[in-house]
C-alpha cells in the first residue's frame, strides 16, 4: 500500500522499535521528526519539529531486541545540530549538540549510535561536511574525541551498535573511507585508522553484515558496491615512546565489487535474517535486491 | 654489345621440352633468367640468350636448374604436341621487341598477382586468429557465467526453502502463544474466581480487564511481556546539551580533498586584493580621485621625464606600481629613469621585472621587450659587466634585427671585450 505524507522523507530507522511495534521513524525535509506506526499511518505516534532545515540522517538504538537501555533516536541535520530523542519524552531532545554561539554551522550529514552496550553508556557519532568526525558520550554529556577526515563525511557506522565499540566506517567524498579501531584511545592522537580509496566517487553509505562484523559494504557514487573484509592486526594496542597505549590499525581487503547502475546507489541494508541477502536503493529510482553468496568461507 | 650464346642443346617429348645452355665462366643466379610464356631470356653481363618459343609453355611449373657452368631448363608445354624447332622461325626484330615487351609486362602483372593474392591470404589469416581468440574468450565469460547462474539458483532455492521454514516457525510460534495465553487467561480467571468468593465483592474492574485481555489477544497477545519490559526501561535522560565548534571552513560547500588546491589559489587572491586596496587607503586620501589610477600616474611621469625631470618621475612610476603592480611599461619606464639616474642596480632590477611581466613573448610586446632589454644591457655595461650586457644587446637583436642602433652598440661591446682579454 502507499503512503504518502505532505513532506519528502530524507532517512529513516526501525532502530528504536520493539520488534512487535515496528514502528518505523522517519525524519522529513522540513526537519521534522515523526514516528509511524505503519498499520495506522494517518497520524504518527509520535512528532516533533526537531530541527530548522532538512535532517539528513538518523539512526535509532535500543529497539529491535539488540541492545539494552532506553530507545533512542538521533538526528542530524543541515542546520548543524545532533539531538537525541526519546519517543517516551515531547517536544525536546534528551541530548542537543550544537554550535556554540556565533559559530558558523557545518551541515551534519550522518550520525550513527555506539557503544550501548549497558544501560547507561551510549556514543554518538556525527559526520559534517567539512570532515570533521565527533564523538559525542551520552553518559558524560561530553565530546569524548573529535577528528577531521579532509573530505565530507557521508556515513558512519559503528560494526555493532550494542558491544563495546570496535570498530567505526567513516565514508567520504573522494572515494575514500576510514576504519577506526575504537578500543584503544590515545590521549592526542586518538584512535588508530586505516584508509582506502575504493573509486573515484563519493562513497555514499557503508553497512556492516549482521552476521559477521569484520565484513562490510560499501555502495558508491558510480553505481558500484564493494564487499570489504577488515583484518585485525597481530596486536591491536601497543604502548608509545610515553607510555601510552596506541591502537595499531588492521588491514582491509576487497572481496568482490560489482556495478548495479550508472546512477549512485544511495542507501543498503543487509537482512539480519538470511546471511547475504541485501537491498539497495539507487536513483535511477530502482530497488534491488541483492544476494552474496559464499559468506561463509570469508 | 653483349655476346650472344648460341651453344644450346635440346631434346623433346610430347609435353615438355629439356633445354640445356652451357654458361662458362659466369656465375649463374636466378635473377638473370627470365622466363615468361612465350619467351625465355638469360642475361648474365656480358652475355645474353633469349629465345621465343615455339609454342607457350606453362612458366609457372617449368623449372631452372643451375649447375655448374650450365643451366638446365625443363619446360613443359601447354598444348602437347612436337615442336618443329625450339624457336619461332620467322621472327623479324620488330616482332621480337614487341614479344619483349608484352614478356616483361606480362611478368609483372604475374608478380602484382602474387602479392595480392598473398595479401588475401594474409588477413583471412589475420581474421581466423581473431575469431579463434573470440570464441576462446567467450567460452571463458560463459563458464563465470554459468558459475554464477548455479550459485544464483542455488541460493534462491535455499532462500525458498528458509522462507518456508521462518514461516512454519511463525505459525508454531503463533499457535503456542495464543495457547500460553489461553493457559494465562484461564488461570486468571481461576484466581480471580477465588478472590471474589472470597471476598465476595463485585469486583467488576478486574474481571472487566482480564476479559479485555482476552478480546485484545490477537493483537497484542504480547501485551504482558511488554508491560514487564516497560518497566524494566530506564527512564528518559535528562535533557542536557553539548557544544560543539568545528573546523573553519571559509567555503559553505562540503570540503574535497580535490579541490582544496583552487581553494587555496582563491583565498591567496582574494588577500591579494584586499591588500592593494587598503594601501590606497593609508597614504593617499590627500590625491584626487583620477591622481590614484596608475594611468594618469604614468603619464605625468612621462612628461616629466620627457622635460628631464628624473626624480619627479621616479616618484609617479613609484607610486603607480604600488597601485598596480602588473603593469610592465610602469617598470619599463622606471629603469630609464634610474638609468638616467645612474641607479644603474635598480635599472636592472625594473627591466628585470618587466621583462618578468611580459612573458609570453608575443609580438604585441616587441617593442617593450627590446627597449627593456637594451635598458638593462646598458645598465650591465655601466657597471663593466660586459658579458651580460652583451648577452641582453644580442636578446633585443634576436627580437628586432633590423635596428641599426643596437647592432652598432652590440658591436661596440664586443670590441671592447676583445680589446680587453684579461679584465
Not at chain 1, 588508530?192 to 562490510?216: G, Y
Not at chain 2, 636592472?348 to 638593462?376: M, Q, W
Request: charged fraction near 30%; proline fraction near 4%.
Amino acid at each position: 500500500s502507499k503512503i504518502e505524507k505532505p513532506k519528502p522523507l530524507k532517512c529513516g530507522t526501525f532502530g528504536a522499535t520493539s520488534l512487535q511495534q515496528r514502528y518505523l521513524a522517519t525524519g522529513d525535509f522540513g526537519g521534522n521528526l515523526n514516528i509511524w506506526n505503519l498499520e495506522a499511518p494517518e497520524i504518527p505516534v509520535y512528532s516533533v519539529k526537531g530541527h530548522k532545515e532538512i535532517i539528513n540522517s538518523i539512526d535509532g538504538v535500543g529497539g529491535l531486541g539488540i541492545g539494552e537501555g532506553a530507545p533512542e533516536i538521533v538526528t542530524g541535520s543541515r542546520d548543524g545540530t545532533v539531538k537525541v530523542w526519546d519517543p517516551r519524552q515531547k517536544d525536546t531532545p534528551v541530548a542537543n549538540m550544537e554550535p556554540v554561539q556565533g559559530e558558523s554551522k557545518r551541515d551534519c550529514w550522518t550520525v550513527a549510535f555506539g557503544n550501548a552496550y549497558n544501560q547507561e553508556e551510549r556514543v554518538v557519532c556525527a559526520g559534517y561536511d567539512n570532515g570533521d568526525i565527533k564523538l559525542f558520550d551520552l553518559k558524560t554529556m561530553s565530546l569524548r574525541w573529535e577528528t577531521n577526515i579532509k573530505n565530507g563525511v557521508c556515513s558512519l557506522e559503528f560494526d555493532r551498535k550494542d558491544v563495546n565499540m570496535n570498530k567505526l566506517v567513516a565514508t567520504s567524498l573522494e572515494g575514500k573511507f576510514h576504519v577506526f579501531d575504537m578500543r584503544t584511545q590515545h590521549p592526542t592522537k586518538g584512535f588508530a585508522s586505516v584508509s582506502e580509496k575504493a573509486q573515484k566517487s563519493t562513497i555514499w553509505q557503508v553497512r556492516h553484515l549482521p552476521q559477521n562484523r569484520d565484513v562490510f559494504m560499501t555502495s558508491g557514487g558510480a553505481g558500484s558496491v564493494h564487499l570489504w573484509k577488515y583484518e585485525y592486526p597481530a596486536q591491536r594496542s601497543k604502548k608509545d615512546s610515553e607510555g601510552a597505549e596506541m591502537g595499531v590499525a588492521g588491514s582491509v581487503s576487497l572481496l568482490q565489487n560489482v556495478t548495479l547502475s550508472t546512477q549512485p546507489i544511495s542507501s543498503l541494508d543487509w537482512s539480519p535474517d538470511k546471511k547475504g541477502l541485501c537491498v539497495c536503493g539507487a536513483f535511477d529510482q530502482t530497488v534491488r535486491v541483492l544476494i552474496v553468496t559464499k559468506l561463509n568461507k570469508v | 654489345m653483349p655476346v650472344w650464346l648460341r651453344e644450346y642443346s635440346w631434346r623433346q617429348t610430347p609435353a615438355a621440352v629439356y633445354l640445356s645452355l652451357p654458361v662458362r665462366g659466369v656465375r649463374v643466379t636466378p635473377a638473370s633468367i627470365f622466363c615468361t610464356d612465350q619467351y625465355l631470356k638469360v642475361s648474365i653481363p656480358p652475355f645474353l640468350f633469349e629465345a621465343v618459343l615455339y609454342a607457350p609453355i606453362d612458366d609457372t611449373n617449368s623449372t631452372a636448374k643451375i649447375g655448374n657452368g650450365i643451366i638446365f631448363f625443363t619446360l613443359y608445354k601447354k598444348e602437347v604436341a612436337m615442336w618443329d624447332s625450339l624457336t619461332l622461325a620467322n621472327a623479324n626484330k620488330e616482332k621480337l621487341q614487341c614479344l619483349r615487351e608484352n614478356a616483361i609486362l606480362k611478368a609483372q602483372e604475374k608478380a602484382k598477382e602474387e602479392t595480392e593474392a598473398k595479401k588475401v591470404t594474409k588477413q583471412e589469416h589475420k581474421k581466423y586468429a581473431l575469431e579463434a581468440t573470440m570464441k576462446l574468450e567467450e567460452a571463458e565469460r560463459k563458464r563465470i557465467e554459468d558459475l554464477k547462474e548455479k550459485e544464483r539458483q542455488k541460493f534462491t532455492k535455499e532462500l525458498e526453502l528458509w522462507q518456508k521454514e521462518q514461516q512454519d516457525a511463525e505459525k508454531q510460534n503463533r499457535v503456542r502463544k495464543e495457547v500460553e495465553l489461553h493457559q494465562k487467561v484461564e488461570q486468571l480467571k481461576e484466581r480471580k474466581k477465588e478472590k471474589m468468593n472470597k471476598t465476595r465483592i463485585p469486583n467488576e474492574g478486574t474481571s472487566k480487564t482480564g476479559l479485555k485481555a482476552v478480546k485484545g489477544c490477537h493483537g497484542s497477545h504480547s501485551m504482558f511481556s511488554e508491560n514487564l519490559k516497560e518497566e524494566q526501561l530506564p527512564p528518559p535522560r535528562s535533557a542536557a546539551t553539548i557544544k560543539t565548534t568545528f573546523t573553519s571552513r571559509v567555503f559553505p560547500t562540503a570540503l574535497r580533498e580535490s579541490r582544496v588546491a583552487e581553494e587555496e589559489e582563491w583565498l591567496r587572491k582574494q588577500v591579494e586584493a584586499q591588500r592593494t586596496i587598503s594601501a590606497d587607503l593609508s597614504e593617499l586620501e590627500d590625491l584626487k580621485e583620477e591622481e590614484k589610477s596608475p594611468d594618469w600616474l604614468k603619464d605625468k611621469g612621462n612628461k616629466m621625464f620627457a622635460t628631464g625631470n628624473y626624480l619627479a618621475a621616479l616618484n609617479a612610476y613609484t607610486l603607480a606600481v604600488r597601485l598596480n603592480n602588473k603593469l610592465p611599461l610602469l617598470y619599463l619606464n622606471r629603469a630609464a629613469c634610474h638609468l638616467k639616474l645612474r641607479n644603474l642596480h635598480k635599472a636592472i632590477e625594473d627591466s628585470s621585472k618587466a621583462l618578468e611581466l611580459l612573458t609570453p613573448p608575443v609580438p604585441d610586446n616587441e617593442n617593450a621587450r627590446v627597449k627593456a632589454y637594451v635598458r638593462r644591457g646598458t645598465a650591465f655595461c655601466q657597471l663593466e659587466l660586459y658579458m651580460e650586457g652583451l648577452q641582453d644587446y644580442e636578446a633585443a637583436l634576436k627580437i628586432d634585427p633590423k635596428n641599426k642602433t643596437i647592432e652598432e652598440d652590440a658591436e661596440k661591446i664586443r670590441q671592447l671585450i676583445q680589446g680587453t682579454p684579461d679584465s
